[in-house]
């Protein structure tokens, strides 16, 4: 392969190995020369041809695996590549193997923010598992800069998730969005992109995550800080899929969980107009839909527009704008395509539409408000409290009050005097009561199993340390919990200096009217 690949780079194109040099400096732009090369020499497009060809550049046996590595993880990951635009994906997996294994690694970006194109990530899984199978090098071992170039390849040539109805995950998928959803207050029931990406996606992680195979991300901690509020709510979702599968969820995988419910909270706050002009009626227009179709997000409205009815305010509201006709004296931007879409147009299209998503569409940060963020910590805290409110209770001591508060929220006996130990030995260390008569008792997170929030009022206050108390709240948070919980608890803590807030918790009459007073 070495002197055939010397060949192509030098003899047939009349350059010198400097001269190449010069022109392609960038890696990933050797990869394209090498690609577009042998789509344009070789007839590649007839299975038998493209064997016996490709077979002179690459090992036999790769050659031979390689469709069907694409074609086990179309059935494992459930999505479809146009047949049209397969050679494509199978070139850049060998050219990519053979380059990488060759010494030759595409350089990343070091951009100010990592995040991008998040609709790259939603292909991450699958691409890393063709790029490792053909390289036969471990997922995690693989350069993520390798896995995005193969990403953007998988989006150019038109993936496409397909359902499938019979997934032994749906059910728990379907639950999961639910309490996305909930915990939210967006509803995410009704996108069906999102359902079948996260059941494509979940099935594979549940088999990872039970073989101890841990997926590199590399935007984890920026997805935990810029989107702190959907990651901390997909989270606290995600045991759903931890109690149905005795599994326990790491924090790169619920990166990966919340990108699907960013990309679709994206889609849900402003789809984009894109006019497809076409001057030959009906068929043509829909040739090149159906490949936009492709590239974009079912939420976009695509509009055909016959290009006799072309004016200014036709197309006021275009986002984008696709024509197979060269459109004289027009001011807007527009991409000129053939009536057959061919790469390396849906390639300009693809780059046009991700600036247009990356400039235009709101991230999850603008799109709460300070007032749903105040929503959500208050979801989150309900969440944690469930049903654990005692109202005017007859306690007289510390320890009495402390042990009824954690009998009613953990029935397990063994665990429940595990908290009780770790509690009253915080107490020892110093009193946790505050002078506007609270207490703030408190379990050691490496003792809890099962994180909980018990509130309790008295109907006499008793001495907590130097302070009279009739307020308690008990706070027993889960080492892997505490990042998740740690905002909404932060919201709360921040109304306790206020001795009227605690006063009017104190003399609530029953649950409801203490969670309201909980939350004003």
Request: hydrophobic letters at 40%.
């Amino acid at each position: 392969p070495s002197s055939t690949w010397y060949q192509i780079t030098t003899v047939a194109l009349n350059l010198t190995i400097r001269e190449i040099f010069l022109q392609y400096r960038n890696e990933e732009d050797v990869r394209k020369f090498l690609r577009n090369y042998l789509i344009q020499h070789f007839d590649l497009e007839n299975e038998t041809s493209r064997s016996s060809c490709l077979s002179q550049f690459f090992a036999a046996e790769l050659v031979e695996n390689i469709d069907r590595y694409i074609s086990d993880s179309e059935a494992n990951y459930q999505f479809m590549i146009n047949d049209s635009y397969r050679v494509y994906l199978i070139l850049d997996l060998l050219i990519s193997s053979y380059r990488y294994k060759s010494g030759h690694h595409v350089v990343p970006e070091e951009p100010k923010s990592l995040i991008k194109n998040l609709s790259q990530y939603e292909v991450y899984i699958i691409a890393g598992d063709l790029l490792s199978k053909t390289t036969e090098i471990p997922i995690q071992m693989l350069d993520v800069s390798e896995i995005h170039n193969i990403c953007l390849t998988m989006l150019s040539v038109g993936y496409e998730a397909r359902p499938q109805s019979h997934m032994a995950v749906s059910e728990t998928v379907r639950q999961f969005i639910d309490e996305v959803s909930r915990l939210s207050g967006v509803d995410f029931t009704k996108d069906e992109h999102l359902l079948r990406t996260l059941e494509n996606h979940i099935q594979p992680m549940i088999f990872r995550l039970r073989s101890d195979i841990n997926i590199r991300n590399q935007i984890t901690e920026e997805i935990k800080s810029k989107y702190s509020a959907l990651y901390n709510i997909v989270w606290l979702a995600s045991r759903v899929i931890s109690k149905q599968y005795a599994i326990k969820l790491i924090d790169s995988e619920i990166a990966f969980l919340t990108i699907y419910f960013e990309i679709a909270v994206e889609k849900i706050s402003k789809p984009l107009n894109i006019y497809v002009i076409c001057p030959h009626g009906l068929a043509t227009s829909e040739l090149i839909i159906n490949s936009v179709r492709k590239l974009v997000s079912g939420f976009d409205r695509l509009i055909s527009l016959d290009w006799r009815k072309l004016n200014k305010s036709a197309i006021e509201n275009a986002d984008l704008i696709i024509s197979s006709v060269e459109l004289e004296n027009f001011a807007n931007p527009y991409i000129l395509v053939s009536p057959v879409v061919t790469h390396a147009e849906r390639e300009k299209i693809q780059r046009a539409y991700n600036k247009l998503t990356e400039k235009n569409r709101a991230s999850l940060t603008s799109y709460l408000s300070v007032q749903n963020r105040e929503e959500i910590s208050k979801k989150i805290i309900l969440d944690l409290l469930k049903d654990n409110i005692l109202i005017k209770q007859s306690c007289r001591t510390v320890e009495g009050s402390i042990k009824k508060m954690i009998n009613l929220a953990f029935p397990d006996k063994k665990m429940a005097r595990t908290i009780f130990k770790s509690v009253l030995s915080r107490e020892k260390l110093g009193s946790t009561g505050v002078y506007t008569g609270v207490a703030l008792p408190h379990a050691d997170p490496s003792v809890v199993r099962n994180s909980g929030l018990i509130t309790m009022t008295l109907d006499k206050p008793i001495k907590w340390g130097q302070n009279l108390v009739s307020v308690i709240i008990l706070i027993a948070i889960a080492e892997d919990d505490e990042e998740v919980y740690k905002n909404a608890l932060i919201s709360l803590y921040s109304r306790i200096s206020n001795a009227k807030y605690i006063d009017k918790l104190k003399v609530s009459k029953d649950k409801e009217e203490f969670i309201q007073g909980l939350f004003e």
